[in-house]
């Protein structure tokens, strides 16, 4: 009898879990929710994607318009031959662009590489070809610093040159011939660093041109080299 009742008990349980188990409920665990938005798929050649310091990251992005700050963004990854080939699901309809840029910490842009302005796209998969580019450190602050507000007096030629090719060499553990003593990129010392102090204080300004109001850098900019010197300053 006891055997019999212990059999009857288990198939009494046993046909109370089948019954809740179909009891047309939906667990956490089973239930599958559909994402939102459109989707992004982003094919390029990327290089120097290893050459950024603490704080720096290549993404693709998506931003509002008039916002310096990514409403959603994806750490870009290469493969060995730095070919990308890369999804972002769940864009938001109120992104307007779409970037493979460089965001601080708090994923405020910093350095553009490829854009795409989606605001009158109606598709749901949006694909982006960003081609072959170099979008290191160094060469980030050569093409949107050097090139766009150097090179003009510091060229090719010139007492102190700037120029692609040429500007790490004459920076990097170079004295300067300006101030007696001093280095004009000190690796891991911005502060001791001729380059990083003309641009951030006056002490240019006897010199004739006052580094530090002439020029429009953002503040983003003037991190971007400072943060890059205190890196190590590599190429």
């Known amino acids: 009898m006891k055997n019999f009742a212990s059999k009857l008990i288990g198939w009494a349980a046993g046909a109370l879990m089948l019954a809740a188990c179909d009891d047309g409920r939906l667990y956490a665990d089973r239930l599958i929710i559909p994402e939102e938005g459109r989707v992004v798929k982003l094919t390029a050649t990327l290089s120097g994607l290893d050459t950024w310091t603490d704080g720096y990251s290549i993404v693709l992005a998506g931003f ?25 699901s769940g864009v938001p309809a109120e992104v307007t662009t779409l970037e493979v840029c460089v965001v601080n910490r ?11 302005d989606c605001s009158m796209l109606d598709e749901d998969t949006l694909r982006i070809d960003a081609g072959t580019q170099d979008v290191g450190m ?21 007492w102190l040159d700037l120029s692609p090719g040429a500007s790490h060499r004459t920076l990097v553990n170079q004295p300067s011939t300006v101030f007696e003593g001093r ?41 971007l080299i400072g943060d890059w010197i205190d890196g190590g300053a590599g190429e």
């Open 183 to 223: 280095t004009r990129v000190l690796p891991g010392d911005a502060a001791a660093s001729v380059l990083y102090t003309i641009l951030t204080t006056g002490e240019s300004a006897d010199l004739g041109t006052d580094h530090q109001t002439q020029f429009t850098l953002s503040e983003e900019q003037f991190s």
């Open 106 to 116: 708090i994923r405020k842009r910093v350095a553009t590489y490829h854009a795409l």
């Open 64 to 88: 509002e318009a008039g916002s310096d700050y990514a409403v959603i963004a994806k750490s870009v990854q290469a493969a060995e031959d730095g070919t990308v080939d890369l999804t972002m």
């Open 138 to 158: 160094f060469a980030t602050i050569q093409r949107d610093i050097f090139d766009r507000t150097c090179t003009g007096c510091h060229g090719q030629g010139r």
